[in-house]
């Protein structure tokens, strides 16, 4: 049974620190990886998409990186910026039809 | 443009009623999942449906029916309403296909936050 935890559960930087979010997976046959990002009160953004064939994906400051063999995968984040408070989630496609979510990481960033 | 919307955005019910949350998605895609997320944040698969068929059923109470009319809509009805309903529920859409070259990216409606009291 395929279990995904996301390490640490909280955070708080200051302004303009580069950070990293850690996520496990136990089941390394997965498909793919997918990043989200939850403003409270809010829906799930599409941060970045990782396929299993995949080592890194980057959109802007973010990059995303998979180790499938070792079951992880980790957000980078540089510079990191007030707006940058949320939490985030990663999920596993684990199954063609099945996305299993981490336990996400509330991120807070001081001005 | 909203590519994946949810009706109601709030619903307040009394236990033992029956209620319905409708979702829809204009990006074309085939397959819709709906999700829960309780109060710790966690959000949990409950049904996918691949063209208007469901496919993954994650031992959800039978209370919870989804329908399926088209492949843009996935309706969810919930019968005889418990305290422990109470959550968010998501809605999703991806385009399924990995061997022909789609990614499965998911996109997410706004959700709906039930409260049963």
């Known amino acids: 049974k395929q279990e995904v935890t996301q390490i640490p559960a909280a955070l708080s930087v200051p302004e303009g620190e580069n950070l990293v979010l850690n996520c496990s997976f136990t089941?390394?046959?997965?498909?793919?990886l997918q990043w989200f990002r939850q403003d409270p009160g809010k829906g799930l953004t599409s941060l970045l998409l990782i396929q299993s064939s995949q080592r890194e994906q980057t959109s802007g400051r973010l990059n995303a990186s998979l180790d499938k063999s070792s079951g992880r995968s980790t957000l980078y984040i540089a510079a990191s910026q007030p707006g940058d408070s949320a939490t985030y989630l990663c999920a596993v496609l684990s199954g063609t039809y099945k996305y299993i979510f981490g336990t996400g990481t509330r991120l807070k960033v001081l001005a | 443009d909203t590519a994946v919307s949810q009706t109601p955005k709030y619903l307040v019910t009394q236990m033992g009623n029956d209620k319905s949350i409708k979702c829809e998605q204009n990006?074309?895609?085939?397959?819709m999942y709906w999700y829960k997320q309780d109060s710790k944040k966690f959000l949990k698969i409950m049904f996918s449906y691949n063209n208007k068929e469901l496919i993954i059923n994650e031992t959800v109470p039978n209370r919870f029916s989804p329908k399926s009319p088209d492949k843009a809509h996935l309706n969810l009805h919930i019968n005889s309403l418990e305290l422990g309903d109470s959550a968010v529920y998501f809605c999703a859409s991806s385009q399924e296909g990995l061997a022909g070259g789609f990614t499965n990216e998911q996109y997410f409606g706004p959700g709906t936050r039930l409260t049963v009291t």
């Open positions: 990006l074309g895609h085939d397959t």
């Open positions: 089941d390394s046959a997965i498909y793919n």
